[in-house]
């Protein structure tokens, strides 16, 4: 039934996020949570946050086979991303590619082209960097 797509859907969803804050934990950055979904009671936007380590930025997560480099759907979920996180803060899409592992992607503004980076160690630098450039705006 619809409801059940609706439900295993959202339970992938679930699961992708939880694996992303394991990464970014592993990353360095311990204060990483998933987001709560609801009711907007954490006062936290995008899906997974890190409130402590990096408070400037708003991390989206995507875990849908059409969200590839060069696709609609990747672009969208930059734009997304950087429409919640509004002025002075930097949205990123942590996203994961089958066979290829976890991917980030952003955009410097809503117009601007989508760049995606693979290498771990290097989206670690990228978001502390943007982190320091978004506080300092």
Request: with cysteine.
């Amino acid at each position: 039934t619809p409801s059940q797509v609706g439900k295993a859907s959202r339970d992938k969803g679930k699961v992708k996020e939880r694996h992303a804050v394991t990464l970014l934990r592993n990353l360095g950055f311990p204060d990483a949570q998933r987001t709560v979904q609801y009711a907007g009671r954490t006062g936290l936007v995008g899906d997974v946050a890190c409130p402590e380590t990096l408070p400037n930025i708003v991390i989206e997560v995507k875990d849908v086979q059409a969200v590839r480099i060069g696709t609609k759907a990747l672009d969208d979920a930059c734009v997304q991303a950087i429409e919640e996180a509004g002025p002075g803060k930097v949205g990123v899409v942590v996203w994961w590619e089958t066979r290829g592992g976890w991917r980030v992607s952003w955009r410097q503004s809503v117009g601007s082209p989508t760049l995606t980076m693979t290498d771990e160690d290097e989206f670690a630098a990228r978001l502390r960097m943007w982190n320091r450039g978004a506080a300092g705006a």
